[in-house]
Protein backbone atom coordinates (compact mmCIF):
# COMPACT_ATOMS: atom_id res chain seq x y z
CA UNK A 1 0.00 0.00 0.00
CA UNK A 2 0.67 3.17 0.21
CA UNK A 3 3.00 5.32 2.91
CA UNK A 4 4.73 8.00 4.32
CA UNK A 5 6.87 7.89 7.97
CA UNK A 6 8.60 10.40 9.02
CA UNK A 7 10.75 10.90 12.03
CA UNK A 8 9.77 11.36 15.44
CA UNK A 9 9.39 14.27 17.39
CA UNK A 10 9.60 16.63 18.95
CA UNK A 11 13.16 18.55 16.96
CA UNK A 12 14.10 21.14 19.48
CA UNK A 13 17.41 23.22 18.00
CA UNK A 14 18.76 26.73 18.52
CA UNK A 15 18.56 29.67 16.32
CA UNK A 16 21.20 29.17 13.10
CA UNK A 17 20.61 25.55 13.22
CA UNK A 18 20.73 22.86 10.75
CA UNK A 19 17.44 21.35 10.08
CA UNK A 20 16.76 17.64 8.57
CA UNK A 21 14.02 16.22 8.68
CA UNK A 22 12.98 12.69 7.36
CA UNK A 23 11.06 11.36 5.53
CA UNK A 24 10.72 8.23 3.06
CA UNK A 25 7.27 6.71 1.53
CA UNK A 26 6.14 3.65 0.16
CA UNK A 27 4.31 3.74 -2.77
CA UNK A 28 3.33 2.30 -6.08
CA UNK A 29 3.90 3.71 -9.57
CA UNK A 30 5.19 7.35 -9.59
CA UNK A 31 3.94 9.21 -7.07
CA UNK A 32 4.17 13.46 -5.92
CA UNK A 33 5.49 14.25 -2.87
CA UNK A 34 4.90 17.57 -0.37
CA UNK A 35 5.98 19.01 2.54
CA UNK A 36 3.16 20.78 4.32
CA UNK A 37 3.60 22.63 7.83
CA UNK A 38 1.00 24.07 10.40
CA UNK A 39 1.54 26.60 12.54
CA UNK A 40 -0.38 26.39 15.80
CA UNK A 41 -4.09 26.90 15.45
CA UNK A 42 -3.95 26.88 11.59
CA UNK A 43 -4.52 24.40 9.49
CA UNK A 44 -1.94 23.19 6.78
CA UNK A 45 0.22 25.21 4.12
CA UNK A 46 2.02 23.84 1.34
CA UNK A 47 5.80 24.61 2.09
CA UNK A 48 7.09 22.51 -1.56
CA UNK A 49 6.83 19.92 -3.88
CA UNK A 50 8.36 17.84 -5.68
CA UNK A 51 6.46 15.76 -8.90
CA UNK A 52 9.27 13.68 -10.39
CA UNK A 53 12.38 11.69 -9.03
CA UNK A 54 15.30 13.93 -8.59
CA UNK A 55 13.20 17.08 -8.42
CA UNK A 56 13.88 19.89 -5.90
CA UNK A 57 11.34 21.74 -4.32
CA UNK A 58 12.38 24.03 -2.63
CA UNK A 59 10.78 27.97 -0.42
CA UNK A 60 11.11 30.18 2.08
CA UNK A 61 14.98 28.45 2.54
CA UNK A 62 13.56 24.94 3.27
CA UNK A 63 14.79 22.34 0.32
CA UNK A 64 13.85 18.60 -0.20
CA UNK A 65 14.91 16.39 -3.07
CA UNK A 66 12.53 13.30 -4.69
CA UNK A 67 15.36 10.35 -4.52
CA UNK A 68 13.33 7.32 -5.87
CA UNK A 69 16.08 5.12 -5.45
CA UNK A 70 15.91 5.85 -1.96
CA UNK A 71 12.21 6.52 -1.93
CA UNK A 72 13.28 9.49 0.15
CA UNK A 73 12.28 13.49 0.70
CA UNK A 74 13.92 14.77 3.63
CA UNK A 75 13.35 18.19 4.51
CA UNK A 76 16.51 20.40 5.05
CA UNK A 77 16.95 24.11 5.59
CA UNK A 78 20.46 25.78 6.75
CA UNK A 79 19.78 28.18 9.12
CA UNK A 80 16.34 27.46 11.15
CA UNK A 81 14.77 31.08 12.83
CA UNK A 82 12.11 30.92 15.41
CA UNK A 83 9.34 31.19 13.25
CA UNK A 84 9.99 28.15 11.70
CA UNK A 85 8.28 26.29 14.67
CA UNK A 86 5.75 24.26 13.31
CA UNK A 87 4.21 21.12 12.98
CA UNK A 88 5.98 19.76 9.33
CA UNK A 89 4.09 17.01 7.44
CA UNK A 90 5.19 14.92 4.65
CA UNK A 91 3.20 13.95 1.64
CA UNK A 92 2.60 12.07 -0.91
CA UNK A 93 -0.07 11.60 -3.96
CA UNK A 94 -1.53 9.36 -6.58
CA UNK A 95 -3.51 9.79 -9.57
CA UNK A 96 -6.28 10.68 -8.21
CA UNK A 97 -6.13 13.07 -5.56
CA UNK A 98 -5.49 10.82 -2.40
CA UNK A 99 -3.23 12.07 -0.06
CA UNK A 100 -1.27 10.19 2.34
CA UNK A 101 0.34 12.29 5.64
CA UNK A 102 2.88 11.31 7.69
CA UNK A 103 2.69 11.68 11.47
CA UNK A 104 3.83 15.13 11.45
CA UNK A 105 7.13 16.04 13.19
CA UNK A 106 6.91 19.13 16.08
CA UNK A 107 10.04 21.90 16.18
CA UNK A 108 10.50 23.97 18.20
CA UNK A 109 13.71 26.76 17.78
CA UNK A 110 14.74 28.54 20.41
CA UNK A 111 16.89 32.32 20.39
CA UNK B 1 -8.51 34.86 -4.36
CA UNK B 2 -10.09 33.85 -1.41
CA UNK B 3 -9.00 30.52 0.32
CA UNK B 4 -10.61 27.27 1.89
CA UNK B 5 -13.36 28.90 4.25
CA UNK B 6 -14.68 26.36 7.08
CA UNK B 7 -17.58 26.76 9.28
CA UNK B 8 -18.31 26.94 11.99
CA UNK B 9 -15.02 26.57 13.55
CA UNK B 10 -15.83 25.78 17.36
CA UNK B 11 -18.00 23.46 18.37
CA UNK B 12 -19.30 21.44 21.29
CA UNK B 13 -21.48 18.31 20.96
CA UNK B 14 -22.96 16.14 23.42
CA UNK B 15 -22.57 11.88 22.62
CA UNK B 16 -25.46 10.85 20.39
CA UNK B 17 -26.06 13.48 18.52
CA UNK B 18 -25.35 14.61 15.29
CA UNK B 19 -23.11 17.68 13.76
CA UNK B 20 -22.40 19.18 9.75
CA UNK B 21 -19.28 20.69 9.15
CA UNK B 22 -19.40 23.16 6.02
CA UNK B 23 -16.25 23.75 3.58
CA UNK B 24 -15.90 26.06 0.96
CA UNK B 25 -13.20 25.93 -1.59
CA UNK B 26 -11.67 27.86 -3.46
CA UNK B 27 -12.70 29.53 -6.33
CA UNK B 28 -12.32 27.04 -9.47
CA UNK B 29 -11.19 24.34 -7.33
CA UNK B 30 -13.59 21.55 -8.08
CA UNK B 31 -12.06 18.53 -5.55
CA UNK B 32 -12.27 18.68 -2.12
CA UNK B 33 -11.04 16.53 0.91
CA UNK B 34 -11.61 16.13 4.33
CA UNK B 35 -9.10 14.94 7.16
CA UNK B 36 -9.42 14.30 10.42
CA UNK B 37 -6.49 15.50 12.86
CA UNK B 38 -6.03 14.10 16.78
CA UNK B 39 -3.05 13.84 18.41
CA UNK B 40 -3.10 10.54 18.92
CA UNK B 41 -4.18 9.25 15.33
CA UNK B 42 -2.34 12.31 13.49
CA UNK B 43 -3.96 13.38 9.91
CA UNK B 44 -6.10 10.69 8.66
CA UNK B 45 -8.23 10.95 5.56
CA UNK B 46 -11.58 10.68 5.12
CA UNK B 47 -12.94 11.40 1.61
CA UNK B 48 -12.57 13.49 -1.22
CA UNK B 49 -15.29 14.42 -3.15
CA UNK B 50 -15.09 15.61 -7.09
CA UNK B 51 -17.97 17.10 -9.16
CA UNK B 52 -20.63 16.14 -6.49
CA UNK B 53 -19.12 12.48 -6.71
CA UNK B 54 -17.12 11.16 -4.05
CA UNK B 55 -13.69 9.26 -5.58
CA UNK B 56 -12.14 8.27 -2.81
CA UNK B 57 -12.48 7.12 0.90
CA UNK B 58 -10.76 6.36 3.75
CA UNK B 59 -11.32 3.86 6.43
CA UNK B 60 -13.82 5.70 8.70
CA UNK B 61 -16.91 4.06 9.30
CA UNK B 62 -20.52 4.60 8.18
CA UNK B 63 -21.50 7.21 10.67
CA UNK B 64 -19.18 9.70 8.84
CA UNK B 65 -19.96 10.85 5.70
CA UNK B 66 -20.48 13.65 2.47
CA UNK B 67 -21.77 15.79 0.17
CA UNK B 68 -20.58 18.25 -2.43
CA UNK B 69 -22.58 20.82 -4.37
CA UNK B 70 -23.21 21.83 -7.67
CA UNK B 71 -20.72 24.92 -6.47
CA UNK B 72 -18.08 22.55 -4.96
CA UNK B 73 -19.04 23.78 -1.42
CA UNK B 74 -19.16 20.30 0.58
CA UNK B 75 -20.43 19.48 4.17
CA UNK B 76 -19.36 16.43 6.28
CA UNK B 77 -21.94 14.69 8.91
CA UNK B 78 -21.11 12.48 11.92
CA UNK B 79 -24.35 10.76 13.35
CA UNK B 80 -24.42 9.68 16.87
CA UNK B 81 -20.77 11.53 18.08
CA UNK B 82 -18.80 9.47 20.19
CA UNK B 83 -16.33 11.07 22.59
CA UNK B 84 -13.78 9.60 20.21
CA UNK B 85 -14.57 12.25 17.17
CA UNK B 86 -12.85 15.12 19.13
CA UNK B 87 -10.81 16.51 16.76
CA UNK B 88 -9.98 19.11 14.38
CA UNK B 89 -11.59 18.49 11.06
CA UNK B 90 -9.58 20.10 8.09
CA UNK B 91 -11.24 20.35 4.71
CA UNK B 92 -8.84 20.83 1.72
CA UNK B 93 -9.35 22.04 -1.82
CA UNK B 94 -7.46 21.43 -5.27
CA UNK B 95 -8.25 22.01 -8.95
CA UNK B 96 -9.39 18.99 -10.87
CA UNK B 97 -7.87 15.86 -10.92
CA UNK B 98 -4.52 15.23 -9.12
CA UNK B 99 -2.09 15.20 -8.06
CA UNK B 100 -1.84 18.63 -7.14
CA UNK B 101 -1.41 20.32 -3.91
CA UNK B 102 -3.96 21.00 -2.03
CA UNK B 103 -4.97 23.92 -0.22
CA UNK B 104 -6.19 23.33 3.57
CA UNK B 105 -8.81 25.55 5.16
CA UNK B 106 -8.11 26.78 8.73
CA UNK B 107 -10.35 23.62 10.26
CA UNK B 108 -13.16 22.83 12.44
CA UNK B 109 -12.34 21.83 16.31
CA UNK B 110 -14.94 19.42 17.43
CA UNK B 111 -15.56 18.69 21.22
CA UNK B 112 -17.85 16.10 22.08
CA UNK B 113 -18.65 15.54 25.76
Known amino acids: GNSVTQMEGPVTLSEEAFLTINCTYT??????LFWYVQYPGEGLQLLLK?????DKGSNKGFEATYRKETTSFHLEKGSVQVSDSAVYFC??????????FGTGTSLTVIP | KAGVTQTPRYLIKTRGQQVTLSCSPI?????VSWYQQTPGQGLQFLFE???????NKGNFPGRFSGRQFSNSRSEMNVSTLELGDSALYLC????????????FGPGTRLTVT
Open chain 2, 92 to 103: ASSLAGGPGEQY
Open chain 1, 50 to 54: ATKAD
Open chain 2, 27 to 31: SGHRS
Open chain 1, 91 to 100: ALSKPGNQFY
Open chain 2, 49 to 55: YFSETQR
Open chain 1, 27 to 32: ATGYPS
